[in-house]
Nanobody, 115 residues
Framework: QVQLVESGGGLVPPGGSLRLSCAASGKFLSMYRMGWYRQAPGKQRDLVASITSGGSTNYADSVKGRFTISRDNAKNTVSLQMNSLKPEDTAVYFC?????????WGQGTHVTVSS
């Protein structure tokens, strides 16, 4: 059983920064790709960034140069540093891990970018 718990969301003005963290519990999690997705009201859930067990990263075009994903395999955590935030970044952000038996999701953390 894998459990993911996100933290770090909140309200931030445009141009501000937030750091999201996700703590994962389970076995052998360092083997798997982890990622952050987001879902704005009335929209589908989209990939924001992902990172492989070896540290290779992938970003949505809309966040390249502003967001940075990282992971600590020893602690089973993945983080998302978000800089230069825009109102269109407002969404619920979900942590995800893809394992051999399926994908797991956290409960989500709200990010609101507004003045």
């Amino acid at each position: 059983q894998v459990q993911l718990v996100e933290s770090g969301g909140g309200l931030v003005p445009p141009g501000g920064s937030l750091r999201l963290s996700c703590a994962a519990s389970g076995k052998f999690l360092s083997m798997y790709r982890m990622g952050w997705y987001r879902q704005a009201p009335g929209k589908q859930r989209d990939l924001v960034a992902s990172i492989t067990s070896g540290g290779s990263t992938n970003y949505a075009d809309s966040v390249k140069g502003r967001f940075t994903i990282s992971r600590d395999n020893a602690k089973n955590t993945v983080s998302l540093q978000m800089n230069s935030l825009k109102p269109e970044d407002t969404a619920v952000y979900f942590c995800n891990i893809g394992t051999l038996v399926g994908a797991y999701w956290g409960q989500g953390t709200h990010v609101t970018v507004s003045s």
